[in-house]
Nanobody
Framework: QVQLVESGGGLVQPGGSLRLSCAAS????????VGWYRQAPGKQRELVAV???????NYADSLKGRFTISRDNVKNTVYLQMNSLKPEDTAVYYCYAEYYSGSYRDYWGQGTQVTVSS
């Protein structure tokens, strides 16, 4: 069982920055894939960025250059630095983990709201 607790969302003006954090209840290096998805109103949940256990980084093409994912193995926390935010980045951001414990399972955090508006 993996628990994921997000923090750092909020209201920001266009062009601003936010950093999201996701604390995992297990050793983060043992997680096969960890990262972020988002879901805007009326839209499907979509990939933002993930890190694999082999250290591979995958980003949504449209977000490369503005968003950066990172991981702190001591704090068992994954971060999402979001810069140059746009109104279309408004969404609920979910932390995600694919973890193996006898079988692979997907785990999700409760989500944190990010609103980009003037």
């Amino acid at each position: 069982q993996v628990q994921l607790v997000e923090s750092g969302g909020g209201l920001v003006q266009p062009g601003g920055s936010l950093r999201l954090s996701c604390a995992a209840s297990v050793n983060i290096v043992s997680i096969n894939t960890v990262g972020w998805y988002r879901q805007a109103p009326g839209k499907q949940r979509e990939l933002v960025a993930v890190i694999t256990s082999r250290g591979r980084y995958n980003y949504a093409d449209s977000l490369k250059g503005r968003f950066t994912i990172s991981r702190d193995n001591v704090k068992n926390t994954v971060y999402l630095q979001m810069n140059s935010l746009k109104p279309e980045d408004t969404a609920v951001y979910y932390c995600y983990a694919e973890y193996y414990s006898g079988s692979y399972r997907d785990y999700w955090g409760q989500g944190t709201q990010v609103t980009v508006s003037s």
